[in-house]
């Protein structure tokens, strides 16, 4: 099971390393397969794999100029700062509640990717992604996805091509990600010769992903990726509960 789980993860790895997202988001739905505790299990490592496939991805994303850098890290301040709040809620709240909302946020997250280009914010408008970013930060944690799948879009949003949401959110999104984990660390139940591994796999992964989007993908292919990856992922997670 670890080689299957280790194999899939690295593919996983490089579609969100290309996305500047972290993992996180489809390694939830992933894991909750293999895994029977969302809470104690899949949340915290899959926050974990998040910050490490976000650092590798930054690293690429910078190498190739699309960091800017002061506004990723005010970003990366206030989400680290409220990530934590996210976690917190998650031990407190039903598993239904947690999969409703991910679900949601899937909705919504495919639907601002998928509108016209027209339809979107082309003005840069950082401000209000700014006063977004803390309530990003809470529910991704709350998730246990960590916060790109919901930063990334918002970037694109409101003015911020693909590659430079992508490397701006794959900054702000690592130091949040190991915030979110620490609310867990007393609590966690996992297997530490299943997480080395993937752990290994998903930064590999990450860095190529990020290294492959940084010169050779248009961004409309990036979103037309990121959307089709995540719709994918959700409907599979709620076939697997009626079939």
Not at 29 to 37: N, V
Not at 83 to 104: C, D, E, K, N, Q
Not at 140 to 157: D, E, I, K, N, R
Request: aromatic share 10%; glycine share 8%; hydrophobic share 60%.
């Amino acid at each position: 099971m670890i080689i299957s789980l280790t194999a899939i993860l690295f593919v996983l790895s490089i579609i969100s390393g290309m996305l500047g997202i972290g993992v996180g988001m489809a390694s939830v739905p992933f894991l909750s397969l293999y895994l029977p505790d969302l809470v104690n299990g899949v949340q915290p490592l899959s926050l974990l794999l998040n910050g490490v496939t976000a650092l590798l991805s930054c690293t690429a994303f910078a190498r190739a100029g699309y960091v800017d850098w002061r506004k990723a890290l005010i970003l990366a301040v206030i989400m680290t700062l409220a990530a934590p709040l996210g976690s917190l809620l998650a031990r407190a709240a039903p598993h239904g509640l947690i999969w409703t909302v991910y679900l949601l946020s899937v909705i919504y997250v495919t639907y601002s990717l998928f509108r016209p280009r027209s339809a979107l914010n082309i003005r840069e408008n950082f401000r209000l992604v700014l006063w977004m970013s803390a309530p990003i930060a809470v529910l991704s944690s709350f998730l246990g996805v960590g916060a790109g799948f919901l930063l990334v879009p918002a970037l694109m949003v409101y003015g911020f091509d693909a590659k430079r949401a992508a490397g701006m959110s794959s900054c702000a999104v690592t130091p949040a990600s190991f915030a979110a984990v620490l609310p867990h660390v007393a609590h966690v139940n996992l297997d530490y010769a299943m997480v080395i591994p993937l752990l290994i796999a998903g930064a590999m992964g990450s860095f190529a992903g990020g290294w492959i989007a940084s010169r050779n993908v248009p961004d409309r292919h990036l979103r037309y990726l990121f959307g089709t990856v995540i719709i994918a992922i959700a409907l599979y997670r709620v076939a697997r509960d009626f079939i």
